[in-house]
């Protein structure tokens, strides 16, 4: 295909009937003093494709890969194990394309994988039906939000300060153009989370109350009241699931009253990958199920009687609906959304479980040596995998200096809540069962001089 270029009338027709002034008008949302104002400074116009291999190494000798250091990094991205089959199972010919496929005549052998994946992040959230993945965590949490004010017509969600920072900023950015209200808050270096405060806050406006579980701090709390508090007042309980391993071991969100639970499934099947891409979960209510955003395949029988899929709701807007569309992100993670399921379909329902117990009797012991450092708190009375310590001193320069003695030490809640003077000594360190007796003698070692 010839790349026909548009000419300068093309362009002025096209701002004309969009109603923009001109083409830097379209990028008016970009602040400022994050736009380029030429090419890049520091960069040559070209290079030889050699020259350009041999600086990326150099580049790429710079990190320190996961693998390569004992890694306790955690806070929405977790390092588990994937068995190299999951791996070779999703390069099969079948299912690895260039983009992901969601046309109505999509082959039945990923109809019938979609069908799968739906069914077990079902069961995993404890939610009568799931979609077919969508683009990650965060923008699913969004996505839930819209949901809720479709079904409740208001305008109003309650974000709780366990929520992921990172899922509120996304929250924020996308309210700006829907006009939906978001009340947040900030965590505490507290064990107790924040439902007393949410349930005070719900009222006849509440479209949802959004709460993370495990929380960002890792603590593990009773949705119940909140749900039932929602539901009084006719709101939405929406809950996110960023370890879904975790629900190996600890009761599933909508068996405690959640309507819609969302999460990231990057811990199953999917490596850190330097951020991504991940995969967005997202299952609610039978009844709330033509709201809900994405797509849907189903299960059918075709004129012969034969056993069939299909894509039974697919309301987005590159295809029928338009603006009536229950979701405008389109992009769909589907090669994670496979190695997801075939890494939990590899593990199954036994094989999660004791993945879970693994991860939550290391965290355990990790935890204890840790608080035994003078000075040290452990924050936490219950969590699963990850949780937050009280350090003597800001914890971000305590993880720099962790790091240059070869240890990611955990993440420091000063980087994720910027100017919050009493979130500054907070460290959260996740734990999975990829750490070694010897990692952990490091980590131990490493934090103690830290923090002296």
């Not at 990190?63 to 306790?72: C, E, G, Q, R």
Request: proline share 4%; glycine share 10%; net charge negative.
């Amino acid at each position: 295909m010839r790349y026909l270029p548009l000419s300068d009338a093309d362009r002025s027709a096209m701002l004309e009937t969009i109603g923009a002034g001109s083409i830097d008008e379209l990028f008016r949302d970009v602040p400022a003093e994050a736009r380029l104002d030429g090419p890049v400074r520091g960069l040559p116009l070209h290079a030889t494709e050699m020259a350009v291999e041999r600086h990326m190494r150099r580049l790429s000798k710079k990190n320190l890969a996961a693998a390569d250091a004992p890694f306790f990094l955690g806070c929405g991205a977790y390092r588990h194990h994937v068995p190299a089959s999951v791996d070779h199972l999703i390069q099969r010919g079948e299912f690895l394309t260039a983009y992901t496929p969601y046309q109505p005549e999509i082959a039945q052998g990923t109809l019938q994988m979609l069908f799968e994946f739906q069914t077990q992040v079902a069961r995993l959230l404890g939610c009568d039906v799931a979609n077919a993945s969508m683009y990650d965590g965060s923008t699913a949490c969004w996505e839930a939000i819209g949901m809720a004010g479709r079904v409740t017509r208001r305008k109003k969600a309650i974000l709780s300060g366990g929520l992921h920072p990172h899922y509120v900023r996304v929250c924020e950015t996308m309210a700006k153009f829907t006009g939906d209200v978001l009340d947040t808050r900030l965590p505490t270096l507290d064990a107790a989370t924040d439902a007393e405060t949410l349930i005070a806050a719900i009222d006849g406006e509440t479209s949802c109350v959004v709460v993370q579980y495990p929380d960002i701090l890792g603590r593990i709390g009773d949705l119940a009241p909140i749900a039932e508090a929602a539901h009084a007042k006719g709101a939405l309980l929406v809950a996110v699931v960023t370890e879904p391993v975790a629900l190996g071991l600890i009761k599933a969100p909508g068996e405690m009253g959640a309507d819609i639970v969302v999460g990231e499934g990057q811990s199953i099947g999917v490596g850190l990958q330097f951020g991504g891409p991940y995969v967005g979960l997202f299952a609610t209510r039978e009844k709330y199920v033509r709201q809900m955003p994405g797509r849907l395949a189903g299960e059918t029988v075709d004129t012969e009687g034969k056993r069939g899929f299909v894509l039974t709701l697919s309301t987005r807007e590159q295809h029928i609906r338009r603006e009536k569309a229950t979701s405008n992100i389109c992009t769909n993670s589907g090669l994670c959304a496979l190695a997801f399921s075939v890494h939990l379909t590899l593990l199954g329902e036994a094989g999660l479980t004791r993945l879970a117990k693994l991860n939550h009797a290391r965290a355990v012991e990790v935890a204890e040596r840790l608080a035994a450092i003078p000075d040290v708190r452990l924050v936490n009375d219950a969590f699963f995998n990850e949780f937050t310590l009280e350090l003597p001193v800001e914890a971000r320069p305590a993880v720099h200096a962790m790091v240059a003695k070869g240890v990611l030490g955990g993440v420091s809640l000063g980087r994720l809540y910027p100017g919050v003077e009493s979130l500054k000594n907070g460290l959260v360190v996740a734990v999975t069962e990829t750490v070694g007796d010897e990692d952990i003698d490091a980590l131990e070692g490493a934090l103690a001089e830290a923090v002296r």
